[in-house]
């Protein structure tokens, strides 16, 4: 099946500074590919998705890059701040699969004001 | 994201007790999963539904069972609960887009 590699584990920066968290995924056949937020104690939330015909997307601050032939995608968010700390999960799925996700294992990005 | 309910929102069990967590959506969504999620393991999924009546594995279906005989309601059963499902369970539910839809979660400790 597949696997999902999500990296940093943890991320810390100064507000106004960048963050880019990587993923990478095994399986070929995966063409959908969301970013979830899941703040302490709360359900995750999508922020931004990406599907395979597409490279790149951005909403505002964030973006979503996706490197097919190397089986990777990273989320960049840009001009952070402190409300953006949280736990970040990148997953990938399978159209034909009923849409499952995969996650990977989350991010903790921190910005310290 | 009211539209999916969960309840309880706490639970705390005995080894070898018998639960059932609920899930309700009131989007008439297709798709239904329940995922765990624990520190270190991110979320993974134990079972899903594709409608009602069809439900399949996931990557972690070992000590759990569902059923969905009604559209909205997707519960999980833990038939016999050991120490190892101590975990937040995770509703979530989809229709014809991609995008998922999570519920507020269920915090289980099994003591």
């Known amino acids: 099946g597949e696997n999902v590699e999500q990296h940093p584990s943890t991320l810390s920066v100064q507000e106004g500074d960048s963050a880019v968290i990587k993923c990478t995924y095994s399986?070929?056949?995966?063409?959908?590919f969301p970013w979830y937020k899941q703040e302490l104690g709360k359900r995750p939330q999508l922020i931004i998705d990406?599907?395979?015909?597409?490279g790149e997307k951005k909403d505002q601050r964030i973006a979503v890059t996706l490197n097919k032939t190397a089986k990777h995608f990273s989320l960049h968010i840009t001009e952070t701040q402190p409300e953006d700390s949280a736990v970040y999960f990148c997953?990938?799925?399978?159209?034909?699969?009923?849409?499952?996700?995969?996650f990977g294992g989350g991010t903790r990005l921190m910005v310290k004001p | 994201d009211a539209g999916i309910t969960q309840s309880p929102r706490y639970k705390i069990t005995e080894t070898g007790r018998q639960v059932t967590l609920m899930c309700h959506q009131t989007?008439?969504?297709?798709?239904m999963f329940w995922y765990r999620q624990d520190l270190g393991h991110g979320l993974r999924l134990i079972y899903y539904?594709?409608?009602?009546?069809?439900?399949d594995k996931g990557e972690v279906p070992d000590g759990y069972v569902v059923s969905r005989s009604k559209t909205e309601n997707f519960p999980l059963t833990l038939e016999s609960a050991t120490r190892s499902q101590t975990s937040v369970y995770f509703c979530?539910?989809?229709?014809?887009?991609?995008?998922?839809?999570f519920g507020p979660g269920t915090r289980l400790t099994v003591t």
């Open positions: 989007w008439s969504h297709s798709y």
């Open positions: 990406i599907r395979s015909n597409v």
């Open positions: 399986d070929s056949a995966s063409n959908y």
């Open positions: 997953a990938a799925s399978i159209g034909n699969a009923g849409n499952m996700l995969t």
């Open positions: 539904s594709a409608a009602a009546d069809i439900t």
């Open positions: 979530a539910s989809r229709q014809t887009s991609y995008e998922q839809y």
